[in-house]
């Protein structure tokens, strides 16, 4: 892993061995980002450490009044899971590198499938989920509990991700939670989870997040907004050309 792009500050040692790793960033309707955070609450994980990276915004995360970073990473070892869950977004210029960086780190502990977890925008709110994988050989894996996603494109960190896996060889699943506008939908991210859980068998409750929808909404709405606060028009003209924090 190239530490001048990403560091993996971990506070425990990973004891999961050839883990799933999931990974979860903000993207349309914030799908990726609730979906993975709830995975995490609801198993109650154990937290590894994070990531830094001098391509993330300049942001802190409370936990329970407790300075947390933005990108943490999870294991379960009964469901032999790692998570990456994020509330900072990627900028597309950065997404290329901090792809290539995740996937190495999934390599490196071994994960033998990645799963990435993102929303789509779709003009309608049957809250489908859509399904895209990095190798032929997975389509059978999908196809009746996901809709293909036949033809189209994936962006962001979460498309990086998926290039870098065809690349590699590295089997990798994405789903796509439809949602249909740009706003925080957790009733995506139900649908989401729902969807893992057919082709894993993981047994996550969804139950909980059902009962929370609107008050996810509110907060997501407001992590959002403060997202937009953290990088001024002048701090934007002093970020490295090749990865502009903000577009």
């Known amino acids: 892993m190239d530490k001048e792009i990403v560091q993996v500050i ?13 990974e979860g ?21 154990t937290y590894l450490g994070a990531m830094s990276s001098r391509y993330f915004p ?5 936990l329970g009044g407790v300075v947390n970073m933005p990108v943490r990473i999870y294991e379960d070892v009964a469901k032999g899971l790692v998570i990456i869950t994020a509330d ?27 799963i990435c977890l993102a929303g789509i925008t779709v003009m309608g709110d049957e ?18 509990k996901a809709e293909v ?11 990086s991700i998926m290039n870098e896996c065809r690349i590699r060889n590295m089997s990798a699943v994405c789903l796509l939670g439809e949602t249909a506008s740009a706003d925080p939908d957790p009733r ?9 859980n057919k082709i894993y068998d993981l047994g996550i409750s969804t139950a909980k997040l059902s009962e929370q929808t609107e008050q996810i909404e509110v907060q997501m709405a407001q ?24 577009g």
């Open 58 to 62: 300049p942001l802190a995360v409370l």
């Open 127 to 144: 809250h489908r989920v859509f399904g895209a994988v990095s190798r032929q050989d997975l389509l059978d894996k999908i196809k009746d």
């Open 223 to 246: 992590l959002a907004q403060q997202m937009k606060a953290t990088t001024t028009e002048e701090q934007q003209a002093q970020m490295p050309k090749e990865f502009p924090m903000y």
């Open 25 to 45: 960033f903000p993207g349309i309707g914030l799908v990726g980002n609730i979906a993975s955070q709830y995975i995490v609450n609801e198993l109650k994980m």
């Open 149 to 159: 996603f036949e033809l189209g494109t994936i962006t962001g960190i979460t498309g």
């Open 10 to 22: 971990l506070e425990k040692e990973p004891t999961v061995k050839n883990p799933i790793l999931i």
């Open 88 to 114: 900072i977004p990627v900028h597309p210029l950065a997404a290329f590198e901090i792809g290539k960086e995740i996937v190495s780190f999934a390599q490196s502990l071994g994960a033998r499938e990645m």
């Open 188 to 196: 995506a991210a139900i649908a989401t989870i729902e969807t893992l």
